[in-house]
């Protein structure tokens, strides 16, 4: 049974996942820039 | 952030680059300050928060460094357009201060008579007062307040010298502006910019209160970027400046003369300086320095130093971490029950993550170095160095920069090319940039060369100097090939400045790497984690049915895109598992790391989480009892990663700056290509031989 | 005391600016920066193979390429 939960559990942290990614290249399209992502700072 | 006039004031720190204004920024504001983005360009924008003498909140904004408000690239563009109010995000300063280089007074006060014709209420700091005192040249401050009418404070930012002086003078309710003018704008030049007010008002570049200075810096200016007016309205614009030219020619470089004329009244008034020029460090320093052969081969021992501190300093730090993150894998294991969520938390995110995390002590180290290179002024006597260099293969200095930048990164690298005038120039440098070896490859390089010489720093740092060298010389090479091959152009100037050497600012320094060290773990934490899901995922399902870990790797998403292409990589020496991590680079190259971990980690199931990565991937033989990574492998898979385009940001990046697929298709045919032939040769060549 | 240009300028040599084109992008920079007619500079040093040149002036020290520097029309001062 708790096999059950987790397995939903991790495809559900999957599939959040896949939408986040999806939204911020979406909002990167609008808002263009480095994004402060690389750790370089600029 | 807000726009409203709120009661706390904006006080703008402005100067010349190597004024030590940053320095002062640091001094005033300490940790409260935030680092953020310009909309639209990549010029960091910082604010800060000090208190004055009274209690009472002051906001602080660190502008770029300039040497004149007629902007010739985006840092400069920046500064002009916050003092001239044309930035909506940022309100125009409600005050001034100056920073000036006290050893360098009549070039520093330039952007100063710029900036005082603003009409902001201002203060004139006389910052370094100690190099000025060495050369024996004496200011007299008061004199000079008064000629200015504003406050004249001298510090010495390093060792806080003048800070309570200046933090009395911010608090101040009446700061006035200055009353000196410094050059008279012609009449007819006058005429002609009043006129152009309103046509410019039509592109939109200016709105229509503003004063007639806004003009004459956007008619003037160089700016590449022409922020705030769209590339429709640029023809109007060139027009306009067409026509003032034309009316009145050099009209801009006499009132050049004009303004150090005003400069040089004035400093004669202030400025005592002794007849014989004295010698001081700098000039002493130099002579080794920036000696023909002695220069080349301390510059040599400069990066072999940094390469030995990278593996040396690091591997205890790292190890810790390592270790830190097995145990909580360990702990996370011990606490839930065995299941899918279980393995994406310790095998997926825990793995990848810390993966990548374990490299922040290099990265500390990294940007130290850096920090160092760049606040005792020797960074420009590297420039100064390999400008010759440079100028054979047909790059010009400008190209240094932003080829500098991007060892830490390719975007801000090829956005810096900016600067670059000549289009020709540009596209070479834009070309060449990412085979500066950015700091994403510094996990790669890490863990290869963690292999191949394990426990022998001194032979891990040269072969890591090795790597950089060998980009960094691919990099002169194609730009010497594409200069040659592509259309002929104006190469633009190089213009730098060497300034005096001086004793680093400890703090400074160590914020700027606090600064750097929390946008590398904010990376860490938020997109490797979701690739490192994603790579989990994708070694995960589709699932099947079997106990053997191996198998159910080669059946999910990962495994069988891995198998797709090892036909391909097969002739370099690499598995269909180390294709898995060829694929995932093309996301951020450090998620090669992320990858490996993910995928030995689901591999072996919930056994040897501890082992660190590096001996798992030692461990591991092919079907044949063959170890995978062999030295031969391991240096193959060096190279390309040296070579290969991989960053699709860096792709994102150039197909925006070149306005084309084109260049980014270039680049990778001509990168990836390289890689590939190279990464064969090694293998194939090494393998003929005997490795 | 003949005309030259700074790319002709001995090092160790001091001299007076005397004329720029204007109108060109990169001296009106070299202008901001100092380097105007009637300017005093001196030329520090070389690199290797005769460019970039550094030079002294109101203080600082700049450097730039023969390229530049070839149409700064100076004259020399005893040094």
């Known amino acids: 049974m708790n096999e059950n939960w987790q397995s939903i559990a991790a495809i559900a942290v999957v599939l959040i996942t896949v939408v986040l990614f999806a939204v911020r290249a979406a909002r990167r399209r609008k808002k263009p820039g480095c994004g402060g992502s690389c750790g370089c700072g600029k | ?6 009661d706390i004031p904006l006080i703008a720190i402005v100067g010349n680059p190597n004024s030590g204004k940053t320095t002062l920024f640091n001094l005033l504001t300490g940790l409260k300050q935030k680092v953020a983005n310009y909309p639209g360009v990549t010029v960091e924008k910082k604010i800060g928060e000090c208190y004055s003498q009274h209690g009472k909140k002051l906001r602080l904004i660190d502008l770029p460094g300039a040497y004149s408000l007629n902007a010739r690239s985006p840092d400069e563009a920046v500064l002009r357009d916050v003092l001239l109010g044309r930035r909506p995000e940022t309100p125009r300063p409600d005050r001034v201060v100056c920073v000036v280089d006290s050893a360098n007074l009549e070039r520093n006060l330039y952007l100063v008579s710029q900036v005082l014709e603003l009409g902001l209420p201002a203060i004139l700091v006389l910052n370094m007062v100690d190099v000025a005192e060495k050369r024996e040249w004496r200011i007299d401050a008061a004199k000079l307040s008064e000629l200015l009418g504003i406050p004249v404070i001298k510090t010495q930012a390093v060792t806080g010298r003048g800070l309570i002086e200046l933090k009395l003078a911010l608090s101040r309710d009446d700061l006035p502006a ?31 209160k503003a004063s007639l200075l806004e003009p004459l810096y956007l008619l003037s200016g160089h700016d590449p ?24 020619p050099g009209w801009e470089d006499e009132l050049v003369s004009a303004r150090y004329r005003s400069i040089e009244e004035l400093c004669a008034e202030v400025l005592r300086r002794p007849d014989q020029e004295i010698e001081t ?30 593996f040396s300093v690091a591997a205890a730090p790292m190890d810790w971490i390592d270790g830190w993150f097995g145990q909580l894998g360990a702990w996370v294991e011990s606490l839930m029950p065995p299941g899918d969520l279980r393995d994406l938390i310790v095998n997926g995110v825990i793995s990848g993550v810390g993966g990548v995390v374990i490299f922040l002590p ?80 510094l996990p790669v390089y890490t863990l290869l060369i963690g292999l191949l010489f394990p426990a022998k720093p001194l032979t891990q740092g040269l072969l890591m100097m090795g790597l950089y060298a060998l980009g960094t010389g691919a990099a002169f090479v194609f730009a010497w090939i594409f200069s040659k091959g592509i259309m002929k152009g104006d190469s633009s100037p190089m213009i730098l400045e060497m300034p005096p050497y001086k ?25 490797i984690l979701g690739i490192s899901i994603l790579i989990w995922a994708a070694s995960t399902y589709p699932k099947t049915d079997t106990e053997d870990k191996s198998l159910q790797l080669a059946n999910s998403f990962a495994g069988q895109a891995g198998h797709f292409i090892e ?59 063959r170890p995978v990574f062999t030295p031969l492998v391991c240096l193959s898979l060096l190279v390309f990663y040296v070579f290969a385009m991989q960053c699709i940001s860096t792709i994102a990046i150039v197909r925006r700056e070149t306005g084309t697929w084109k260049w980014p298709l270039v680049q990778l045919g001509y990168m990836t290509g390289t890689a590939y032939v190279l990464s064969l040769l090694i293998y194939q060549v090494g393998s003929a031989l005997g490795y | 005391m003949s005309a030259t240009t700074l790319a002709e300028l001995p090092v160790g040599s001091e001299a007076i600016v005397q004329a720029m084109p204007t109108g060109r992008s990169a001296l009106t920079r070299l202008r ?36 530049e520097a070839a149409h700064i029309i100076i004259s020399a001062v005893g040094a």
Request: proline share 5%.
């Open chain 2, 1 to 6: 952030m807000s726009n409203v006039a709120s």
């Open chain 2, 178 to 208: 200055t009353k000196w003018r410094s050059a008279v704008i012609p009449d007819g030049v006058r005429t002609a910019l009043e006129q152009s007010r309103g046509p410019l008002c039509e592109t939109g570049a200016i709105h229509a």
């Open chain 2, 225 to 248: 970027t022409h922020y705030g007016i769209e590339d429709s309205q640029m023809g109007r614009v060139h027009e306009l400046r067409r026509s003032i030219d034309g009316a009145f």
């Open chain 2, 281 to 310: 460090i700098t000039t002493k320093l130099d002579r080794i320095f920036l000696h023909p052969v002695l220069g080349f081969v301390n510059l040599v021992f400069v990066f072999a130093l940094l390469g030995y501190l990278i």
């Open chain 2, 362 to 441: 290099q990265i500390v180290i990294l940007f130290l170095f850096i920090g160092l290179m760049e606040d005792t002024g020797y960074m420009s006597r590297l420039a100064f160095i390999m400008d010759w260099l440079m100028s054979k293969v047909g790059l010009n200095g400008k190209s240094f920069l932003p080829f500098l930048s991007s060892y830490a990164c390719a975007v801000p690298g090829v956005m810096a090319a900016r600067t670059i005038e000549s289009p020709k120039d540009r596209l070479v440098t834009i070309l060449i940039a990412p085979l500066a070896s950015c700091s994403a490859r």
């Open chain 2, 503 to 527: 004793r680093p600012s400890l703090k400074s320094i160590l914020l700027l790497v606090w600064q750097r060290a929390k946008a590398f773990l904010v990376r860490a934490g938020s997109i």
């Open chain 2, 567 to 625: 036909p391909v990589i097969k002739p370099l020496g690499y598995d269909w598992k180390i294709g898995i991590g060829l694929i995932g680079s093309f996301a951020a190259r450090e998620v090669f790391n992320t990858t490996l971990g993910v995928v030995y980690a689901v591999e072996s199931g919930d056994d040897d989480n501890l082992d660190p990565l590096r001996e798992k991937l030692a461990a591991e033989r092919r079907a044949d009892g």
């Open chain 3, 32 to 67: 901001e920066m100092g380097i105007v007619p009637g300017t005093r500079v001196r030329v520090t040093r070389r690199a290797p193979l005769g460019e970039p040149i550094e030079i002294s002036v109101r203080g600082s020290c700049l450097s730039m390429r023969n390229h």
